[in-house]
């Protein structure tokens, strides 16, 4: 056991099987982003709506950014954090900014609006539980 593991009082098999949990959970989490951005999307650009076939690869290429991104985000930055919020808020944070590049009607504010919305999110998390102590292990 590392010193890591000594001090978080984790081991090496709890935090592979919390890693796995959270690569699940943000593949599921970027697969809904997936899906909510491209009926937005499609609205900005005036487009024709999305068949099932664009829908497959918007959820598969988030879902598979997600499962990348969301364990890397939750084990460095939000640590202190609940498990469900690490998944949940920035899921939400992505679809409200997603949501506002829509209303206002710009594909350049869509665009930069979305990943904006799910950083603030983390931002938000990451400053609220800042002073708070490690969960038990």
Known sequence: MTSVERSSGLSRAIRWRITLGLIVAGA????MVGVGITVLGKIVA???PADAANYRWNATVFGVLGACVGPLVTWSALRRVPLWRTITE????ALVGAGIGTLLGSGVLFLLLTPLGAGAAVLRLERRHRGRALPPG
């Not at 599921?28 to 697969?31: I, R």
């Not at 920035?90 to 944070?93: K, M, T």
């Open 90 to 93: 920035p899921l939400v944070g």
């Open 46 to 48: 005036g487009a024709p």
């Open 28 to 31: 599921l989490a970027g697969a």
